[in-house]
C-alpha cells in the first residue's frame, strides 16, 4: 500500500535523507508536500523528481521564481508562512517536521491538530511549545514519532514496554569535541573548533550546540515532553563514542539500548516506516571493530547548559522558550565572532533571568516570547562586543 | 490476578532465585507445584512456605523421608520420573523450568504439551530436543519464555518487533576466565581456574562450559530454536564485561540491545511477569561506574567449541543431542582431574565423529541418543585417563 507523506524542510540535512530512503523505495511512498526555506532551484529539481501536488517555498519573495520553475508540471507553487501551514493541514499518512528553528512550528502544530502522525526533526518546535504540542496530539490522536536519533532510540526501547514501568530513561551525550578541556581553555575556542563535531556530520548550530552541551539540554527537555516518566527520571550520560544513542531502564533493572552507525538515515527510517521497519542502505554496527565504548558522569560544572535547561523545564511555561530563542542569538553571536564560547551559555541564563515567567497558551503567546527573548538575547551580546 | 506457578527445581540457582522474587509479591503469586532432585530437608522446607498442592523429589528412593517430612502440612508428597511428569502437567499459569541437564526435558516437554507457558531455565533439553520441543510449542499453543540472560536479552529486544524484519542476532559472551591465553597455557590449566568466571557466580559445570566456550555453543544451538531466524544470521561478540546480554540488529540497521547487572533475578522476573514487568531488588545498572565496555571477535582456533555446535546444529537431528551428552561427560571427568582442559572439546569432537547421524522423533529417542553418546564419551575419557 502505498503510503502518502508530506515533507518539511525538503532541501536540509534531515529532508535530504528522508527523500534518499523514499527513492530506494518508490513503490511504499507518493509525496504529496515538498517545502524548503529559499533553495528555489533545488526544490524544484526535488518537486520534477518527485511529483507532488504541492511546492511551497516559506520566503515568500521568490514566489514567482518557484512558479516559473515549476511551469508546465502542473504542481502547484506557492510561498510563505500561511502556505505552509495550508500544506501541512493536506491529508497525509506522515508528514516529516525538518524545518530547522521556531519557523517550523506553525506547520508541525497544523499537522498534529489535523490528526496527521509527524516524524518530528525539529526539535525547536518542541522545545518551545512542547506542551503545547502535546496537547493538541491528545486531542487529535496523532502519533508523534522522534527523529533525533536519542529520542528515537528511546521510542524503540519503549516499543513493547510500557511508559509506567519504566525506571530510568537515560539520554547518551557525546559529550562534544571540549569533553576533556578545561574551563579556561575553552574561553578561549574559536568557531572552527566548535563546529568540528567528534562523530556526526551535522550544521554549524547544532555542533556549536553539542560543544556547550546544550543540544543535550534541549534534548532533555524534547524527552519530558514525549516520554512523560517524570524529569527526575530522565538523566544524561556521557558516551563518547555515540554508537549506543539512548537507553530505558525497566523497573525490573533490564536496560534496552538502541544502537546503530551514526547515519540520520537509520531514525528517519525506523519513523517511515513505523510500527513496520524497511531496509536501508547504511551500514551495520561494527562492535568487535569499534572494540570499546565509554561512559562517564556529566560534568555540569564546565558544561553548566543541562543544568540550565533542567531548571527551565522544571519551571515550566514560558521558560524553554525563552531558552531556545536566546540560545539561537547566542549560538550566531559566537559563530560571528562576537561573543566567546562560555558566554553562548552565560546569554541564555541571563535572558532567563531577566525573563518575566508566564504560561503561553497559545502559539501567537510563543513567538512573542520568541520574539522578546531574541531582542534580550541581542542587547545582551552587544554589551559583550562592547565590554 | 493470583497466577498460578509451577517450579522444576526448587532448590537450585534459578528456583531459589525465583521464590524470592515470589516470595516479594506474595499477592501475584499462587505455588502449585515445587520439585526438588534429592534435597528432601529443603523441599519440605519450601514446601511448608509456599503450600503447594504438590511436592515431588525426583530421586524416588527418598519418597518416605519426603512424606514423613510433609506430614500433616496437607501437601502432597510424590516422587520418581513419572510423578515429575504428571506434576508438570497440572493446570498451571506458568512453568518454571529449572531442573539442570537432560533430567528436565520430560517434565519441560509434558509442560508444553499441554499448552502451559514455559519459562525455560533448563539448557540442555532444548540443545538437546529443540525440534521437538518447538515443534510442540506450535502445536499446543504454549509460549517459551527463555530464562537464560542472553536468550531473554534477545526475547526483550524482539518485543513490539518482527522475526521476518531481523538482519542478525548477536549472542554477547564473555570469553570466560581463559579469553587471553595462550592455547598451550590452556593445556595445563586446573580445575579450579576454570569454575573462576569473571562475571558471574555460576555452578561448576556451567563455568567450565563458559571456560570452553561451549556455554556460548549451546546457546548458540538454543538461539536457533527459539528464534528462527536462520543459523547464518546468529553470530557470537566477545565482551568481557557482560553488560550487554545480547543484541538483535534489524533489517534498517537500527540495534536493539539489552544490559543489566548480572543478576539472574532480572532475567527470571522478566518471563515471570511477562508481558509485563514487575519490580525487583536488583542493583541498576551503573554505566559510568563501568565506565568501558570491550568487544571483540570470537578466536575458532583457540576456543574450537562454538564451531563445533554450529556444525551440529547445522547437520542437525541428533547432533546437538550427542555433543551435550558427551559435553556433559568430558566436563564432569575433567573436574575430576580425568581430563586436561582442551580434552573437553576433543572429546565432544571425538563422540560426535564416532556416533551415527540421525533424527530423533520422540523422546525415548532422545534419550537414547544421550544415553549411546555418554558411553561413548566415557570410553574415550578413560582412554585419555590411560594414554
Redesign the interface.
Known sequence: MTRRLSLFGATGSVGQSTLDLVRRDGEAWSVGVLTANSDVAELAKLAREFRPDVAVIADETRHGELVEALAGTGIAAAAGADALVEAAQRPADLVMAAIVGIAGLAPTMAAIEAGTDVALANKESLVSAGELMTAAARKSGATILPVDSEHNAIF??L????ID?V??I?LTASGGPFRTMSGDDMARVTPAQAVAHPNWSMGAKISVDSATMMNKGLELIEAHHLFPVGLDRIEI???PQSV?HS?V?????????????P?MR??I??AL?W??????P????D??G????????PDEVRFPATALCRAAIAEGGARPAQLNAANEVAVAAFLAGRISFPAIVDTVRRVIDGQPPMVPTSLHDIFSVDASSRAAAQLLVDQYEHA
Open positions: 524503540q526501547c516499543a513493547g514496554g510500557r514501568q525506571r530510568r537515560i550520560l556521557v558516551h549506543i537507553l531502564e525497566y523497573i525490573d533493572c533490564s536496560t534496552l539500548a538502541q544502537l546503530g552507525s547515519d537509520i531514525p527510517s525506523s516506516a510500527p513496520q521497519r524497511m531496509a536501508t547504511c551500514a551495520p554496527l562492535l568487535a569499534i572494540a570499546r565504548l565509554d561512559f562517564q558522569a
